[in-house]
């Protein structure tokens, strides 16, 4: 099973596939938006990237950060972008499943306060990788993809 974790903003959307067995890390990156642009355009670069991702890689399930809320402004731009991310995957049939992220903390270290460092540490130990996967918003799409696949395991 391949499974796409997605970590939604409207700068940057970072995204991780993982296969299940065996356990692989196959990809990993960002889709970054035009900074500067109006935020239509922003959007409108967002969806077609998002598109081309998800047909490129052809999940099985797509694992997607409820939103957080934590300054009204920038809660209200991400809240945009995780609509066009949402809406480019429903368009395709995808299953999704959505966590807070306190339960990617809590699936990937145990505790559900644990720093971001933590999880990111965490996502390298579990595939053997030298360093962190970079940029954070890509190593965050990776620890949601390995939630959704340890929670598919535990149903």
Request: aromatic fraction near 6%; hydrophobic fraction near 50%; proline fraction near 6%.
């Amino acid at each position: 099973m391949l499974i796409l974790g997605i970590d939604p903003g409207l700068a940057t959307v970072g995204f991780g596939l993982i296969e299940s067995k065996p356990l692989e890390l196959l990809d990993f990156g960002v889709i970054s938006t035009p900074a500067g642009a109006p935020v239509g355009e922003r959007l409108c670069v967002l969806y077609e990237d998002m598109q081309a991702l998800v047909a490129q890689m052809r999940p099985d399930l797509v694992a997607l950060e409820k939103l957080f809320f934590y300054r009204m402004g920038n809660t209200i731009l991400v809240a945009q972008a995780r609509g066009v991310v949402l809406l480019a995957l429903a368009q395709q049939q995808l299953p999704i499943v959505e966590f807070t992220p306190a339960q990617v903390k809590q699936g990937i270290t145990g505790y559900g306060r644990a720093p971001k460092a933590e999880v990111q540490q965490a996502v390298a130990r579990e595939f053997a990788l030298e360093s962190i996967p970079q940029p954070d918003d890509a190593a965050d799409a990776i620890a949601l993809a390995l939630t959704a696949l340890w929670q598919s395991q535990l149903s």
